[in-house]
């Protein structure tokens, strides 16, 4: 059965997967093997969150990260994207979660908060010209887009500045209406310059505004807001309130946001699909409650830098869950959306998709998510077990006796063979995830993740051998007394 004719049975026409390429950003071959499995599992669209994974050019060239995707590698995504039936949507943050821009020097000056380089500063003309070249540069890669999503969620600081302040002061205004009016601004930029293109919005920022200044600001007859939240209970009754208000307000359309990875832990390393999987089926039924036929879809976020259960993520926090570890949990979620749930027959054809035999075994095809998962279950684990509860570890080479080096010869005997034993095996298996992850990522995400995840483990390790030698080392008798 086509994606078209199983779409008929789902709430949502349109299922984006969210690519958060601010973080371990996948190479252009790794693209080429996941979208057909995208297209296959029910997906029809993409949200692409490039950050500074774009090549900008010109005084904009400061953005780029070391990686980024050249020109000609975009132009083959969006060739893959559309070989595989997947539409794509390009994400601009132009308010908020602008730390990979405003973190330059030469761009400092334009926060709303000096210290600060989370949100822009909406008093400087400079701002909307600086967004207004972003958006121009993404728009001539992405000519014929349907859709471009502008971001402007969780905009913190705002009204902080000093610019805003003295603003704030002045009669009738409010930090609603400063948070509106660029809003505004930024999508009377996108539609005079692309006429075709419908801003796409988060819509935390719109949350509290009233019914009536929300109408009367002119922004629900401009963009189309982003429902998101990530949580494993929805409350489900208050999103079709909400999406009822944004329908009075003028909105004509809507859309929604779950998570199938990332959004439970700046630090996770392995994607809990159950609580993934709770989050997108809650949103089928706020489908069900909210106005008829004003969902446009639905965007599955999979978020690569993670801030906090209930915030979206930071430009520098640590790496969450890796792409190719969410895919089971992607799966998942996609099929429970386009069958209205998650039976056995659904769960049957994710096992089928991902050639394993049962979702609930970790025997996964995958080199990376099969490797990173036994990293995740066993490697802490097991260098916890040898020196916090081993008997000789915890009895005879404490603490006390690895500074001082005391130990007596004979255990020695017992504790050096587990511990060298121990580090073979991890060393081995880390170079297998290693030589995996450099087939997938660039050599910094590499990097990063392994001296993240791995290396403070494979420390501990290193460090008792280390202390080991030392303390069985022939010394005078007198450097030997306690």
Not at 411 to 433: C, D, G, Y
Request: charged residues 20%; contains cysteine.
């Amino acid at each position: 059965m086509k994606n078209s004719e199983m779409s008929r049975s789902s709430p949502f026409k349109m299922r984006l997967v969210h690519l958060d390429l601010k973080g371990a950003p996948p190479k252009v071959s790794y693209l080429s093997e996941v979208f057909p499995l995208f297209h296959a599992l029910g997906a029809n669209g993409l949200l692409l969150e490039y950050e500074d994974m774009f090549p900008y050019e010109g005084h904009l060239r400061l953005l780029r990260a070391k990686h980024a995707y050249s020109p000609p590698e975009i132009k083959e995504i969006l060739h893959l994207a559309t070989v595989n039936e997947l539409e794509v949507i390009p994400l601009v943050q132009t308010f908020g979660h602008m730390e990979f821009v405003l973190k330059h020097e030469a761009l400092a000056h334009l926060r709303e908060v000096a210290l600060f380089p989370n949100t822009l500063n909406p008093h400087e003309a400079e701002s909307l010209a600086l967004v207004g070249a972003m958006i121009s540069q993404v728009m001539e890669l992405h000519p014929g887009a349907r859709w471009l999503h502008v971001g402007c969620d969780e905009v913190y600081y705002l009204g902080e500045g000093e610019a805003s302040r003295r603003w704030l002061q002045q009669e009738h205004n409010t930090k609603a209406r400063l948070c509106l009016s660029h809003i505004k601004a930024v999508a009377c930029h996108v539609l005079a310059r692309h006429p075709a293109t419908r801003p796409l919005v988060w819509d935390d920022m719109l949350r509290a505004i009233p019914e009536d200044q929300l109408s009367a600001s002119g922004v629900p007859q401009l963009v189309e807001p982003v429902l998101w939240d990530y949580g494993a209970d929805l409350d489900i009754h208050g999103k079709a309130l909400l999406m009822e208000k944004y329908r009075k307000c003028g909105f004509l359309r809507l859309w929604a946001a779950s998570a199938f990875k990332g959004a439970t832990g700046a630090s996770q390393a392995l994607t809990p699909i159950e609580h993934h999987l709770r989050n997108n089926v809650q949103w089928l039924q706020v489908a069900a409650r909210g106005p008829a036929d004003m969902l446009q879809g639905i965007v599955l976020t999979g978020w690569q830098r993670d801030f906090a259960p209930f915030e979206k993520y930071d430009h520098f926090s640590v790496l969450c869950e890796l792409l190719p570890v969410g895919i089971p949990s992607l799966a998942v979620c996609l099929q429970s959306l386009l069958h209205g749930g998650f039976a056995e027959d659904v769960k049957a054809k994710v096992e089928n998709f991902l050639g394993i035999s049962n979702l609930e075994i970790t025997d996964f095809t995958s080199d990376i998510l099969a490797l990173v998962t036994h990293v995740g279950l066993h490697l802490r684990s097991s260098v916890d077990t040898l020196l916090e509860r081993d008997r000789y570890v915890t009895g005879w080479f404490s603490p006390y006796h690895r500074r001082r080096k005391l130990i007596h010869p004979v255990m020695v005997q017992h504790i050096q063979p587990q511990a060298l034993s121990l580090l073979a095996r991890w060393s081995t298996l880390v170079q297998e995830l290693e030589a995996a992850l450099h087939r997938v990522f660039y050599p910094d995400t590499v990097e990063e993740w392994l001296e993240e995840n791995v290396q403070p483990s494979l420390r501990r390790l290193q460090g008792l051998l280390q202390d080991l030698r030392e303390a069985a080392s022939p010394r005078p008798l007198a450097a030997q007394d306690p």
